[in-house]
């Protein structure tokens, strides 16, 4: 089966079960690559798919590595740009499925995975490639995150209707 190639956002609230229900959908997809954002023993990490490579994203109080703020959260501005350069070496032309999790304040601001985001729409564009993205984005963010990165036309999807994916 040949799908087409789409833009699918998926989105719901804080702490809703974003994360965690791409990471179960994920778990049939072979041809599937880019940056996960899920919480492991009450910290934020930066997984690394397929690669299977964790790094740690939320910074404590006594951090000495550069940090980035938003909100009530501190994240390593290094950790970011681990996973830039990693999103910059995937091989677009040969995945099914591109996935960034998650864009919201820091993109819209020019930080955290930006980059990945921007590069992402470049190629979502590129005629000779195929895939699909997926992005997740708060709720109260999508307008936003579509505008800045010329999204166009998007499926949005809540959180209980990521199935409908494939």
């Not at 880019?34 to 740690?56: A, H, M, W």
């Not at 830039?84 to 996935?99: A, C, G, Q, T």
Request: hydrophobic share 40%; net charge negative; charged share 30%.
């Amino acid at each position: 089966m040949t799908l087409k190639k789409q833009i699918f956002i998926l989105t719901g609230k804080v702490h809703s079960g974003k994360t965690t229900g791409l990471i179960e959908w994920l778990h049939n997809k072979d041809n599937a690559a880019g940056i996960i954002s899920p919480v492991i023993n009450s910290e934020r990490q930066i997984f690394l798919y397929p690669d299977y490579e964790y790094i740690k994203l939320e910074a404590n109080e006594n951090s000495e590595k550069e940090i980035l703020l938003c909100g009530k959260y501190k994240f390593f501005k290094d950790a970011f740009i681990k996973a830039n350069n990693y999103f910059d070496s995937l091989d677009f032309e040969n995945l099914d499925w591109v996935i960034i999790d998650e864009a919201g304040l820091l993109e819209l601001n020019d930080e955290g995975l930006h980059d990945s985001m921007k590069k992402a729409a470049i190629k979502f564009l590129e005629e000779k490639t195929k895939f699909s993205l997926i992005i997740i984005v708060r709720d109260y963010l999508v307008e936003k995150i579509v505008d800045k990165y010329n999204l166009g036309k998007c499926v949005v999807l809540n959180k209980e209707d990521s199935k409908e994916i494939i």
